[in-house]
């Protein structure tokens, strides 16, 4: 299984980004997915989680009503649509796989990760 994030970039503060992660090989549509950030000095933390088909959605409190995780099964892709960033969302995203068809926030429940993707918000 591999996957591949990529869409970030420098924004302004009060910007928007849309991350991608491409999943190749191995099993996706059945599979729940997330989104988890890693600040310099800080520890890896949850974002945000889809179940295998969409229709429940999963946030941290410090993104929810401006963060969007969403995917397209037939694409074997997940998205974070980011919008109203700030400098502390400055981190490195990386998508990752879950063991389950559930939403979850919890990082054993995640059996394979994607290399990251950085998003820097200046202020």
């Not at 503060?13 to 059945?30: D, K, M, Q, Y």
């Not at 109203?84 to 998508?95: F, G, I, K, N, R």
């Amino acid at each position: 299984v591999q996957l591949q994030a990529s869409g970030g970039g420098l924004v302004q503060a009060g910007g928007s980004l849309r991350l991608s992660c491409a999943v190749s090989e191995g099993t996706f549509s059945s599979a729940g997915m997330g989104w988890f950030r890693q600040a310099p000095g800080k520890e890896r933390e949850f974002v945000a989680s889809i179940n295998w088909n969409g229709d429940s959605t999963l946030y941290a409190d410090s993104v929810k009503g401006r963060f969007t995780i969403s995917r397209d099964n037939a694409k074997n892709t997940v998205y974070l649509q980011m919008n109203s960033l700030q400098p502390e969302d400055t981190a490195v995203y990386s998508c990752a796989r879950g063991r389950y068809g559930s939403t979850t926030f919890n990082l054993p429940n995640y059996d394979h990760w994607g290399q990251g993707t950085q998003v820097t918000v200046s202020s």
